[in-house]
């Protein structure tokens, strides 16, 4: 069995979130040059007094291997914040080893220690993770 870790990232992780978002473009069809990140950005708005967003990150054998990427919002409605998932990305050979399912989990724990009530994300129709989601408990927002 491969050791799999979920850790939060740190700045000295900054180019393996790059690195991660270039290969979440890919897998979206995007050109590499339609991202714009880079790891002074990540730096600059992910660490700090007042960070912009947090990352967790999905390390497979001691080589980062997925993130997820979330920063706070707030329902009116409920009257309380709440996470919002940027972004999740597990690479595809990294795939089958549950850490999708534990960066949201992970995600999870936070939203609740931090009194959020919900833990939003869109999905692009096409992707194939859709069913995944739904099997974590999510579900189709009007």
């Given amino acids: 069995m ?3 870790t979920i850790r939060q990232a740190r700045p000295d992780d900054a180019d ?3 690195r991660l978002v270039k290969a979440l473009a890919a897998y979206e069809h995007e050109p590499e040059e339609s991202v714009l990140l880079t790891a002074a950005d990540v730096r600059r708005d992910g660490f700090g007094d007042n960070p912009r967003f947090e ?3 999905a390390e497979l054998a001691g080589e980062v291997v997925g993130f997820l990427l979330f920063f706070h919002n707030y ?3 409920e ?4 996470l919002y998932i940027e972004d999740l990305f597990v ?3 990294a795939r089958g080893h549950d850490l999708g399912r534990r960066l949201m989990a992970a995600a999870a724990k936070i939203a609740a220690a931090r009194d959020c009530r919900r833990l939003d994300l869109n999905v692009l129709d096409w992707n194939p993770t859709r ?3 739904v099997h974590l408990g999510g ?3 009007a």
Avoid: C, I, K, N
């Avoid at 009257?79 to 709440?82: A, C, E, I």
């Fill in 79 to 82: 009257g309380r914040p709440g």
């Fill in 139 to 141: 579900r189709q927002m």
């Fill in 55 to 57: 990352v967790v990150l």
């Fill in 91 to 93: 690479e595809e050979r």
């Fill in 16 to 18: 393996h979130v790059v």
């Fill in 131 to 133: 069913d995944f989601y």
């Fill in 75 to 77: 329902s009116t409605w």
């Fill in 2 to 4: 491969v050791a799999a």
